[in-house]
């Protein structure tokens, strides 16, 4: 009998590999792909967690956007796993959606997509990626008209990538 290649949330982890200091391309979905940060108050509560270093405990989130039902970050691992990393966001996501705006029921889908960045991946084309995402979506005219977002390169007094 032919094995069926995995579906569904364990597609997602089949092959996941968490190497400290390797930079992860991150998506995160909402439940449902519900858009739940058209709503200011959601996106801000979401994105004061997401700016929170201790979110990421020794990874570094280098750029990240908030989009209406999904989410986009680019991630250097730091000592723990991705798995972990992620279930810690989605969980400090969730408790202050809950506690701050009364939202009923999980926010985030399940799982999320990785994609370890090869070497030979312009580091700042897919941070341009990233941040083009409301662009492309006609959420914004300009990447600047869009307030869910942030990039350590706009920070003067951030050290280079390792």
Same mark, same amino acid.
């Given at each position: 009998?032919?094995?069926?290649?995995?579906?569904?949330?364990?597609?997602?982890? $089949?092959?996941?590999?968490?190497?400290?200091?390797?930079?992860?391309?991150?998506?995160?979905?909402?439940?449902?792909?519900?858009?739940?940060?058209?709503?200011?108050?959601?996106?801000?509560?979401?994105?004061?967690?997401?700016?929170?270093?201790?979110?990421?405990?020794?990874?570094?989130?280098?750029?990240?956007?908030?989009?209406?039902?999904?989410?986009?970050?680019?991630? $250097?691992?730091?000592?723990?796993?991705?798995?972990?990393?992620?279930?810690?966001?989605?969980?400090?996501?969730?408790?202050?959606?809950?506690?701050?705006?009364?939202?009923?029921?999980?926010?985030?889908?399940r799982s999320f997509h990785d994609h370890a960045?090869?070497?030979?991946?312009?580091?700042?084309?897919?941070?341009?990626?990233?941040?083009?995402?409301?662009?492309?979506?006609?959420?914004?005219?300009?990447?600047?008209a869009y307030p869910y977002w942030n990039a350590?390169?706009?920070?003067?007094?951030?050290?280079?990538?390792?």
């Amino acid at each position: 009998m032919p094995a069926f290649p995995p579906v569904g949330r364990r597609a997602l982890r $089949q092959g996941r590999v968490s190497i400290p200091g390797q930079l992860y391309l991150l998506t995160t979905v909402t439940r449902h792909r519900e858009c739940l940060f058209l709503d200011p108050v959601r996106a801000r509560v979401v994105s004061r967690v997401i700016h929170a270093a201790s979110t990421w405990a020794d990874s570094r989130l280098l750029v990240w956007v908030l989009m209406p039902d999904h989410w986009h970050g680019l991630l $250097q691992l730091g000592g723990e796993s991705l798995g972990r990393v992620m279930h810690r966001f989605k969980a400090c996501a969730s408790r202050a959606l809950h506690e701050s705006c009364g939202l009923d029921g999980p926010p985030w889908a399940r799982s999320f997509h990785d994609h370890a960045l090869r070497a030979d991946e312009d580091i700042k084309a897919a941070a341009r990626y990233i941040i083009g995402n409301p662009v492309r979506a006609g959420l914004a005219e300009s990447v600047l008209a869009y307030p869910y977002w942030n990039a350590i390169w706009l920070d003067r007094d951030v050290p280079p990538i390792l």
